[in-house]
């Protein structure tokens, strides 16, 4: 099992360019998230959805945009990036009923320049 | 809106010591969630708690859920220096799902 995966690992973007981060998971987790981190703020929930075809908003979904089209897959969209998008952002999955812990990727840094 | 707050956010401590971080909420919740991160990676999964009174213990680390109160705690038992990293706890909230982080406690032990 690769777990919780997330491609590109690092990008570097110049303002108003448009990227998608992927996550994938394959633990067949009904839940997943996309957070980002920055220095002294912990993470912050951007979007997040409880299931295939359903996306909800976070704490900070503006200049966001997130798909759920397949159950595995939860993909993060920057349609034009600003250099307050300069972050590390991580995806994570979980289940429910036997198990609640949630999984994270390994995380992307990007940086908008 | 749900608020986490840890305190404290730093915190420097000898080996051998016994510490406890504090995790407050603001609104009604029954699952909270630890975790660690050290510099430079990702997040790894240390409890889940999902009902008033849960204790769990993990070597050196154990947690608690007080509901009624909005409190949870971490508890460092005769701490040692590969316990050095940020600890942050999160909290779902009852009605809609989000899972919401507090700012991380940063820990640093002293050998």
């Known amino acids: 099992n690769a777990g919780v995966t997330q491609t590109p690992k690092f990008r570097v973007l110049k303002t108003g360019q448009s990227m998608t981060l992927l996550c994938a998971q394959d633990m067949n987790h009904e839940y997943m998230y996309w957070y980002r981190q920055d220095p002294g703020m912990g993470l912050r929930l951007i979007h997040y959805?409880?299931?295939?075809?359903?996306?909800a908003k976070g704490e900070v979904p503006d200049g966001y945009n997130v798909s759920r089209l397949k159950k595995q897959n939860f993909l993060l969209g920057l349609e034009s990036a600003a250099p307050s998008q300069t972050s590390v952002y991580f995806c994570?999955?979980?289940?429910?009923?036997?198990?609640?812990?949630?999984?994270f990727g390994p995380g992307t840094r990007l940086t908008v320049t | 809106e749900l608020k986490v707050e840890q305190n404290p956010l730093f915190l420097s401590m000898q080996e051998g010591k016994n510490y406890t971080i504090y995790c407050n909420y603001s609104t009604t919740s029954d699952r909270l969630y630890w975790y660690r991160q050290d510099p430079g990676k990702s997040l790894e999964s240390l409890f889940v708690?999902?009902?008033?009174?849960a204790v769990k213990q993990e070597g050196r680390l154990m947690a608690s859920l007080d509901t009624k109160a909005r409190l949870s705690t971490l508890h460092i038992t005769a701490a040692v220096h590969d316990l050095s990293a940020t600890y942050f706890c999160?909290?779902?909230?009852?009605?809609?799902?989000?899972?919401?982080f507090g700012k991380g406690t940063r820990l640093h032990i002293l050998p």
């Open positions: 994570a999955s979980g289940g429910r009923g036997l198990s609640y812990e949630q999984y």
């Open positions: 999160a909290v779902e909230m009852n009605r809609d799902d989000k899972i919401i």
């Open positions: 959805s409880v299931g295939e075809g359903t996306t």
């Open positions: 708690l999902l009902s008033n009174g």
